[in-house]
């Protein structure tokens, strides 16, 4: 391929010159034709010297002629340089329009091709050709992610397809109940007082499930209509972490759970010690209490009735470590990634109360990752552990 490209330059640049020497050639012809002599005039008039020769007295004189090779020299010079600026104009001129005429031809080319790989089903090798490799080979990595990315879409979409036709046949059993035991309290108006209150704790309870439902579908609406804006601020992860204890503390309780709340901070390089207060990080402390609302009522909602949620904070060099921990039902290895994606909910999930709108480790993820943290899950030996890693605040970070 390059030995072709080769030939054909050559050949263009011989045919060049070919057309230049002609077309000079063509123009004296021209020139002298039109002017009727008037070239070979001056050159005579510029060029020859003419000089006449006397005899004796009673012989004619005659003339004669002979080159000024001085001044010829300096014509064919001048001459010389006017050509190869001609050439060079001549060659830059052609080349400008081909490169442009040749750019213009590859941008078409590519683009036809880069419009049929990404129509059809097919290899790259087989739509591009050899010169195009670099093309070919990131056009293949942008397809493949392209369709990762549908793969997801429509696994997502699946997903919530799925969960609102769960919400909503769900939404009838709990409707069906409410409506049933108050017209039984409706119609039996002399029903005794402890019939009368057990019939209305399971209307409340039925109406609580309901409403927990429909706030659900809202959970599903807002996430797809709001755009997550950070107010960054100075947040003391201890202070947060205790005043969330406090808070959970009823629901705790109704599911017969208990917390242990853990903070210190490891030995840093440049100090023995440094208490736990100063765990500080610049955050969107509404944001990142949403963060640890959402993934501690995961741990309570996946736990073992009467067991212990730990929960701890450490700060390690330059980062913040926040851990959950409960115990419960091993998540499965292929499932803790899944656990972050939008709708996603445990098997065990929709036969239960148990879990929400699927939403809850998706908002909380994309609300860390929005704080340049990570979040992570492990989970064995019926042990689930979610980790929240945020860099800690900086000095200039903290300055007013």
Not at 34 to 59: A, K, P, Q, S
Not at 88 to 107: C, D, F, G, M, P
Request: hydrophobic share 40%.
């Amino acid at each position: 391929m390059r030995v072709n490209k080769k030939i054909k330059r050559a050949v263009i640049t011989l045919l060049l010159i070919v057309g230049g020497l002609f077309l000079c050639n063509l123009l004296y012809m021209m020139l002298d034709n039109f002017f009727n002599g008037f070239v070979r005039e001056w050159f005579d008039r510029n060029y020859i010297y003419h000089e006449y020769v006397e005899l004796r007295e009673w012989e004619a004189g005659y003339n004669t002629q002979s080159i000024r090779w001085s001044r010829v020299k300096d014509l064919v010079f001048r001459i010389f340089i006017v050509l190869v600026l001609i050439w060079v104009v001549t060659i830059r001129l052609v080349s400008v329009i081909y490169a442009s005429w040749r750019e213009k031809k590859v941008i078409q080319d590519a683009g036809r091709m880069i419009g049929d790989f990404m129509r059809h089903d097919r290899e790259a090798s087989e739509v591009f050709p050899e010169e195009y490799v670099e093309i070919s080979l990131q056009m293949a990595q942008i397809k493949a992610g392209i369709q990762r990315q549908e793969q997801l879409q429509k696994e997502e979409a699946g997903r919530k397809n799925d969960l609102i036709t769960y919400l909503a046949h769900d939404l009838k059993t709990p409707l069906t109940s409410v409506i049933g035991y108050l017209s039984l309290l409706e119609e039996a108006r002399d029903m005794p007082d402890e019939q009368k209150a057990k019939y209305v704790q399971i209307t409340l309870d039925k109406a609580m499930r309901l409403e927990k439902l429909i706030n659900e579908f809202f959970e599903i609406t807002r996430y797809n209509l709001q755009q997550i804006v950070l107010e960054k601020e100075s947040v003391n992860l201890n202070f947060m972490l205790v005043q969330m204890t406090d808070e959970f503390y009823p629901i705790l309780s109704a599911h017969g759970n208990t917390l242990r709340l853990k903070l210190g901070r490891e030995k840093g390089k440049d100090s023995e010690s440094v208490p736990a207060e100063d765990i500080t990080v610049y955050a969107d402390a509404e944001k990142l209490a949403r963060v640890f609302n959402n993934i501690l009522k995961n741990a309570i909602a996946y736990s073992y009735p009467d067991t212990e949620i730990r929960v701890s904070c450490r700060a390690v060099e330059d980062k913040a470590y926040i851990a959950f921990a409960n115990k419960g039902k091993t998540i499965p290895v292929q499932k803790l990634d899944a656990v972050f994606e939008k709708f996603f909910r445990l098997d065990d999930a929709r036969s239960t109360n148990n879990g929400g709108a699927g939403l809850g480790l998706a908002i909380a993820k994309e609300i860390v990752t929005l704080h340049g943290g990570t979040v992570s899950a492990r989970s064995r030996n019926e042990v689930t552990c979610f980790t929240v890693a945020l860099p800690l605040q900086t000095r200039e970070e903290g300055e007013p």
